[in-house]
């Protein structure tokens, strides 16, 4: 989880546009790391824009079909071991 959000983007740009703090102090107060409000600067004097967080989360949207949980099932009963070495023996 990050510790970052729009929020606190929001207001390190605030305290990095009044200038009264150094960049240390303003990650100190927002909980986040001197070198990620110096990334978030470099970003805005780079593009102009203050940067967002990507809120949509990637969705795998492939479904499982019913041979492939048959296979599974399958294999699971006859040789009784974990997920890591039964996709090993599935692949082969």
Do not use: P, W
């Amino acid at each position: 989880m990050t510790t970052l959000n729009q929020r606190k983007i929001r207001l390190i740009m605030k305290e990095l546009e009044k200038g009264e703090m150094s960049i240390g102090q303003i990650a100190d107060m927002r909980g986040v790391t001197s070198r990620r409000v110096r990334q978030l600067r470099e970003y805005k004097d780079r593009t102009g824009n203050v940067f967002q967080l990507k809120t949509e989360r990637a969705v795998c949207h492939k479904g499982i079909t019913i041979d492939e949980i048959l296979t599974v099932s399958e294999a699971k009963e006859k040789y009784k071991v974990g997920s890591t070495i039964l996709e090993r023996i599935i692949d082969n």
